[in-house]
């Protein structure tokens, strides 16, 4: 039996959210869990619709990663060389670092915006939504220095500047108002202020002078590579992406508002269903980490842009949030086992949403491979990430609104802001 200890570090783990979820799909299988039931018959043909969107995206299936930098681009794809163009004085170190910043603050901005918030980007003219509008939003403000408390150095984060942050600022930021409503303003608010706080408090993951997200790069690169302007001429370091996974769980985790704990450590993304049983407690407890898990997709590219090597990707899982676990919905894979659940709103925390997501993180794999199948390709010329990002997310947001007035997902989900 293992220690609170070693439990903690097991629900960090990608392979404790398989574990964890692939109990849960088998219930589904035999038709014994409350709220879903599993039709397989469905996955050739989500594959095929799948497919479909990739091949709509991306013609010659040269697939980037599912992160935070593809929002960055929406609309316009000179905003990154906009970037790029204000960090060339910089030391290749210091470029990803800033990198670091901006990717850690706008995913932690990122949950559902819900369907009446807009923003209206006064550079281009141009109106986004939904996670892309929060991604141009968050890279605006940024940009601003609204995140650094040193005007001289105004594109970095820094616990000084998150823990000046207010609601008033944030609102200005992301222009809302009574008739441009986002959900979770207070709890975004908090989640930067608290980020803040657990950068000073987290000093080996974040620097003891001026803590920032950014020196997470330090940390994870531990000295590995001394002269960065050789790093073209030198071997590339190896990272296990799910190395990356535990350095955000372990220096992160306390960001996130009443979940559940061991020993006062509090686990994140991790919820509870009662059909998984066990001698303790944290038997039952389900581990998703979707927001850093896909903080971590969002970080491998500015390793990479380091020569960085990241490997063992595949182990890394799906993202269980609203688009994915639509598309299962919404193709049939999943079925509802009470249709007046759809007309009912749902925590996060509710046994339905955590059957929901748990679902999803074993029908993404069963989907990815089906696709590979029917592609001819390998898991390493086209990991999970890509098939995300081609790919599923942009399935389910396209089915959603084929089949709902504003593209609404399926199930309705009260959000704090710091989940999905």
């Known amino acids: 039996m293992m220690n609170n200890q070693q439990t903690i570090a097991y629900l960090r783990t990608p392979a404790a959210i398989r574990e964890r979820c692939d109990r849960i799909f088998k219930l589904a299988c035999d038709r014994q869990l409350n709220y879903f039931r599993c039709d397989l018959s469905k996955l050739d043909t989500t594959a095929d619709y799948v497919i479909e ?106 616990a000084t500047g998150l823990k000046a942050i207010t609601i008033q600022k944030l609102a200005q930021g992301f222009q809302v108002s009574p008739e441009n409503p986002l959900v979770g303003l207070d709890g975004r608010v908090k989640l930067l202020q608290r980020l803040g706080e657990i950068l000073t408090q987290n000093r080996i993951f974040f620097g003891e002078e001026n803590p920032r997200p950014g020196n997470l790069v330090d940390y994870l690169l531990k000295n590995k590579i001394s002269t960065y302007s050789h790093l073209p001429t030198r071997p590339p370091a190896h990272l296990p992406a799910s190395l990356v996974l535990t350095a955000v769980l372990e220096g992160l985790g306390e960001i996130w508002p009443g979940r559940v704990t061991i020993t006062g450590v509090n686990l994140g993304d991790v919820w509870i269903h009662p059909a998984l049983g066990g001698e303790k407690e944290s038997d039952r407890y389900i581990p998703f980490h979707k927001l850093s898990q896909w903080l971590t997709y969002s970080l491998l590219e500015p390793l990479q842009e380091l020569g960085v090597e990241i490997t063992k990707l595949e182990e890394m899982t799906g993202l269980p949030e609203y688009r994915n676990g639509g598309l299962c919905l919404d193709m049939g894979l999943l079925l509802v086992a009470r249709e007046d659940m759809l007309q009912e709103s749902h925590l996060p925390g509710s046994e339905a949403i955590v059957e929901w997501r748990a679902l999803t993180v074993i029908l993404l794999d069963q989907i990815a491979a089906a696709i590979r199948e029917k592609l001819n390709l390998n898991q390493s010329q086209l990991p999970l990430v890509k098939i995300l990002q081609g790919g599923t997310w942009n399935a389910g947001r396209k089915i959603a609104a084929e089949l709902r007035p504003g593209g609404v997902p399926p199930i309705q989900l009260e959000s704090d802001g710091t989940v999905f």
């Open 53 to 158: 969107v990739m091949r709509e995206n991306y013609p010659d299936l040269n697939i980037p990663f599912h992160s935070r930098w593809r929002h960055f681009e929406v609309g316009d794809p000179a905003r990154l060389g906009e970037l790029d163009l204000a960090l060339a004085k910089l030391t290749p170190i210091e470029k990803a670092k800033v990198k670091f910043d901006l990717a850690i603050i706008s995913v932690l901005l990122d949950a559902g915006a819900g369907a009446d918030w807009q923003y209206y980007e006064q550079e281009t003219g141009q109106v986004f939504r939904r996670s892309e509008g929060l991604a141009v939003a968050s890279f605006r403000m940024f940009c601003q220095g609204a995140f650094s408390s040193n005007p001289e150095q105004p594109l970095q984060a820094d």
